[in-house]
């Protein structure tokens, strides 16, 4: 079964993204943030992480950035708040982010992503 990472503060985002995750035959594993990993997280090899970006105490591309070197995964897609077009170019820029949606959320292209 494919595996699926999602970090999300907003708890009611965090339960809508999980069900989408599952209802494509994913296993998930929700988090609030990037302080409730363990151990396994970090040894897992996820097919895809769905994260916020904004989280207190580190700016947001050292979080993707952080998020890419010790977390393996396939691809990592962002879901936020934040709407910046210079931090949304330059994470897209990064390596193996599939997408950059802020919110409110466009559940379709999401699903496109991970199906």
């Known amino acids: 079964m494919r595996k699926a990472l999602v970090i ?3 708890i009611i985002i965090l339960k809508i993204i999980e ?3 599952i209802l494509n035959q994913y296993e ?3 988090i609030r943030s990037i ?7 970090q040894s897992a090899n996820f097919d895809v992480i769905i994260s916020d970006i904004l989280f207190e105490g580190i700016a947001p ?3 993707v950035f952080q998020i890419q070197e010790i977390i ?3 691809s990592l897609i962002i879901v936020t708040n934040m709407g910046q077009n210079k931090i949304e170019k330059e994470i897209l820029a990064s390596q193996n982010v599939r997408g950059f949606f802020p919110i409110p959320l ?3 292209n ?6």
Do not use: G, S, T
């Open 8 to 10: 999300q503060e907003d």
């Open 19 to 21: 069900r989408l995750v």
């Open 28 to 30: 998930c594993r929700a």
């Open 35 to 41: 302080n409730d990993l363990d151990i396994e997280d």
């Open 61 to 63: 591309l050292d979080f």
């Open 72 to 74: 393996l995964h396939k």
């Open 106 to 108: 466009d559940m379709d």
């Open 110 to 115: 999401i699903q496109k992503l991970i199906a």
